[in-house]
């Protein structure tokens, strides 16, 4: 239903041209189809990343001179001018993301309207190839009907596209860095190229519509391309609903349709933007779509578990576009849920098995701490620790609170740096190595405040983290290329069956978010074991659940030692739980190791009681 | 030269984490609304210093409550675009009521430049980074002196254990907004008569003060005022020598090069990694 009423939509617009011959409305219509594309790519960035850009008007005006300097200057074919904008656009876009990226939030929106406001400067300033104030006059022009409709076709496709990128592993990375860039990190994803990538493909659109409106409008000047345009670029996406695929659209609309009957208050248009803006950060958090759309996290309930039937009823909330290019998900997850058993365990057993040979057998050695120091300011979190980790088994961490358990965990998944000691896996030097390089070696963990993606679904999470960093070329994620889809299969299958193995497969199509806090837990540990992972790092996994839920963690982490699981670091305060499953306890005290041995041993050591109780017994 | 605007934003960012991103548009304010009563109204200098800082920390105040509180809390980036939203309001209501036009703000010290090494400058503008420099000590001495700088702080720190130590939060970060605001009301009247007044002139400012505030350290007052010299001095030298669009490449380049080698700022602190 949806999908026709979109496609008939499409006709409609399609149709303009042939009903009006009115050149006002035709350009206007064009406007919004350009508008659609720069707010389409700018999703990919803003909504899937959560990474807010004032520069893209920058991109806009590359590709506008680029297509004109190619038309007019050079001569050349507006066929190739356009993709030639595309072209310069991304690789400008890609160059800037490397240095800009490296800063987020804040530092970036700044970072990025210095950018547009250069390119500006420039645009005035070298006046030999952009013609300075001035501009570029007599770029070719097709007729408007025609330019409408090539527009229009690219709007329509840039939609697609950005689609059909939400729906493969890239969209899935891009929204886990949105979510828990930490946690996608612990899952072997560089949170920095992710967003490099993302920056890239929305500067590309960008720029793609400033090559369109260089040759609808056969005239640029630097005028078109200031920060207001940037604003108003964003306030687009905003207004429609950012991260959502029909957002661009609905905002793209309304913002270049109303401002259209408002002509006579052009003085006040800063005043209509800015009142704009407002509007939708205060009352319109989800934009339009998500106004207009039933809210996905409600629909389902938080956290019934008896609501299992309401899974088909959530997916049918979706909007119109997603459902329009998303026909197979649907039929396909069902699918995929009600799959045979069969597979699933092969699947899993696939996933859970270590990946090295020199991983096999017992007691050798995997991970080895050798003197680790860490000092924050003049407090040491580690002194002079020294451990190693067995490539089978369950090694607990134990201590008083502050006693450095969790910072080393950080230190052995690389999100802090030692700053004296070594730590080696399988004989390898990691200590100070970025976490996805250390995750991608095969240590994964979980957190001690559970990062679940919220955006993705719970079967998205624990795909990320079956990807991992594998997410192959974002030009075939876009165009949704057949092999794309047919690995993307693949790895929502394996993660529906690991998440089956984790008793979670009835919560597969639901929004993370909506999972109840003991769960979050179960997926967070689900999600890490899809990494195939020699070593797991469990960071205080039973705090906050209850007493049920720690007794299913406790047969669940016994149940993954003897099948063949990876090796596990569990960092936890439930003793009940550390005594019931681990063969070996560290403790720790003030950032040193004051016992290490059996339960027993541990048990039993005089310092353990002392740093405990706090008195010498 | 710009320190003193970017001072602005690490008074906010110190205390809450947030700025307003608007900074420019403040100090575009500031130089409006002391053009209104200086030349508009032809009041005394000094009457016109004090109104004009009142109005723009009342002004500071209003817009934390409106673009600031309400996404504090939730950990949203959405204030940066509120207050974005509040500059280019602000923009819009100066162009209506001040005009499109730059006009010029007299001032005795701006009427012959000072030659130094090729480039020129005003004494109005060497006043400019001394009154920088002092309200740099002011604001060192305030944070780290005073119990009441301090316990801003540690709303940076933590706002709920500030917060359950008996500090008025809301009141905290708005009491900085109304500093950074009255800041940018000095920075305003003080560049009024070098660089005219227009209802225009906020966003670049902002933006090089951001700059100047990234290349010296958010956290880092004493970075940031180094910082703001420098900038300036670099500026002028390009300007001299080159040209004047020469200027913002160069300062964006600046940035850039910062951002890679050190990109919590030349003077500032390395944020832990929270995880």
């Not at chain 1, 005028?223 to 957002?247: C, K, M, N, T």
């Not at chain 1, 299969?489 to 199509?509: C, P, V």
């Not at chain 2, 934003?9 to 991103?21: A, D, E, L």
């Amino acid at each position: 239903m949806a999908r026709v009423l979109c496609a008939g939509l499409f006709v409609a617009a399609a149709a303009l041209p042939l009903l009006t011959g009115n050149t006002y409305y035709l350009y206007v219509a064009s406007s919004v189809g350009l508008l659609t594309i720069v707010t389409a790519g700018l999703n990919v960035l803003v909504g899937f990343t959560g990474q807010i850009s004032l520069g893209h008007a920058g991109f806009y005006a590359i590709g506008a001179y680029a297509a004109g300097v190619t038309s007019v200057r050079l001569g050349l074919s507006p066929w190739l001018g356009v993709p030639l904008a595309i072209l310069v656009a991304a690789a400008v876009g890609a160059v800037v993301a490397g240095a800009a990226l490296r800063v987020t939030g804040p530092y970036l929106a700044m970072v990025t309207i210095a950018f547009g406001i250069i390119v500006e400067g420039i645009l005035v300033e070298w006046v030999a190839v952009t013609g300075g104030p001035g501009g570029i006059f007599n770029i070719p022009k097709p007729p408007l009907g025609q330019a409408y409709w090539i527009i229009l076709a690219v709007a329509a496709l840039s939609l697609i596209l950005v689609a059909n990128l939400r729906r493969s592993a890239w969209g899935r990375a891009l929204l886990a860095v949105k979510g828990s860039d930490v946690a996608a990190e612990s899952l072997g994803l560089s949170a920095y190229y992710v967003r490099i990538v993302a920056f890239t493909v929305s500067a590309g659109f960008a720029g793609a519509a400033g090559g369109l409106f260089a040759h609808l409008n056969g005239y640029i000047s630097p005028d078109s391309f200031g920060l207001q345009a940037s604003i108003l670029f964003l306030l687009a996406l905003l207004f429609g609903g950012e991260g959502r695929v029909a957002g661009p659209l609905l905002g793209s609309v309304v913002l270049t349709v109303l401002p259209e009957f408002l002509t006579a208050l052009t003085d006040y248009r800063l005043i209509l933007y800015g009142s704009l803006l407002m509007v939708s950060i205060y009352w319109l958090p989800q934009g339009l779509v998500g106004a207009l759309a039933p809210r996905r996290g409600e629909e389902t309930g938080r956290g019934g578990a008896g609501e299992r039937g309401s899974r088909g009823e959530e997916a049918q909330g979706r909007a119109c576009a997603e459902r329009q290019v998303e026909p197979q998900r649907d039929p396909a997850g069902r699918r995929e849920e009600q799959g045979s058993r069969g597979a699933g365990e092969r699947g899993r057993d696939e996933a859970q098995r270590p990946r090295g040979p020199e991983a096999q057998g017992t007691g050798e050695t995997l991970l080895t701490v050798e003197g680790a120091s860490l000092a924050f300011g003049g407090v040491a979190a580690l002194a002079d620790v020294s451990l190693e980790i067995p490539v089978s088994g369950i090694r607990a961490v134990i201590g008083p609170n502050g006693a450095g358990k969790t910072t080393l965990l950080n230190a052995l998944s690389g999100f802090y740096a030692p700053d004296t000691g070594s730590i080696r896996l399988n004989g390898t030097p990691v200590a100070g190595r970025p976490p996805y390089t250390i995750a991608r070696l095969g240590v994964s963990r979980t957190f001690q405040t559970a990062q679940v993606f919220g955006e993705l679904t719970v079967l998205e999470n624990v795909a990320v983290g079956v990807a991992g960093p594998r997410l192959g070329s974002v030009l075939a994620a876009l165009a949704g290329a057949p092999w794309t889809r047919r690995a993307d299969e693949a790895i929502r299958r394996q993660a529906l069956s690991l998440l089956d193995a984790g008793g979670l497969a009835e919560w597969a199509a639901r929004p993370a978010d909506a999972l109840p806090a003991g769960l979050r837990r179960r997926l967070e540990i689900v999600r890490a074991l899809a990494t195939a992972p020699r070593l797991l790092l469990l960071d205080e996994p039973a705090a906050g659940l209850s007493p049920a839920e720690i007794a299913e963690l406790d047969a669940y982490l016994i149940r993954l030692k003897t099948t063949g699981g990876p090796s596990v670091v569990l960092v936890e305060h439930h003793m009940d739980l550390v005594m019931a499953v681990s063969e070996h306890i560290t403790v720790l005290d003030y950032g040193r190791v004051i016992a290490s041995g059996t339960p027993d041993a541990v048990r039993a050591n005089p310092a353990v009681i002392e740093a405990y109780l706090g008195a010498a017994a | 030269m710009y320190g003193l605007v970017a001072l602005g934003y690490h008074i906010t960012w110190v205390t809450s984490r947030t700025m307003n991103f608007s900074q420019g548009h403040a100090v575009m304010a500031g130089a409006v609304v002391a053009f209104a009563f200086y030349v508009g109204l032809g009041w005394p200098l000094w009457a016109t210093v004090i109104v004009t800082l009142v109005i723009l920390a009342l002004l500071g105040v209003g817009l934390e409550r409106v673009a600031v509180r309400p996404f504090f809390r939730a950990g949203s980036a959405a204030w940066l675009l509120s207050t974005i939203a509040c500059g280019i309001i602000a923009e819009n209501v100066a162009m209506l009521t001040f005009g499109k036009d730059a006009r010029a703000f007299p001032s005795a010290l701006t009427q012959k430049p000072i030659l130094v090494g090729g480039a020129g400058f005003y004494a109005q503008e060497l006043l400019i980074p001394v009154v920088g420099l002092l309200l740099m000590g002011g604001v060192q001495l305030f944070y780290h002196r005073t119990a009441y700088g301090k316990q801003l702080k540690a709303v940076a720190y933590n706002p709920e254990a500030a917060g359950l130590m008996g500090i008025h939060i809301p009141r905290a970060v708005m009491f900085a907004f109304g500093l950074s605001a009255l800041l940018a009301g000095i920075a305003g009247i003080l560049l009024a008569p070098i660089l005219n007044v227009a209802a225009t002139m906020g966003s670049i400012i902002g933006l090089k003060a951001f700059a100047v505030a990234i290349i010296g350290g958010l956290t880092s007052a004493p970075g940031i005022v180094v910082a703001g010299v420098g900038y300036g001095l670099v500026e002028s030298f390009v300007a001299g020598y080159f040209s004047t669009g020469a200027r913002e490449i160069v300062g964006f380049a600046l940035v850039i090069l910062v951002l890679i080698v050190r990109p919590w700022g030349l003077l500032g602190t390395r944020p832990p990694r929270r995880v």
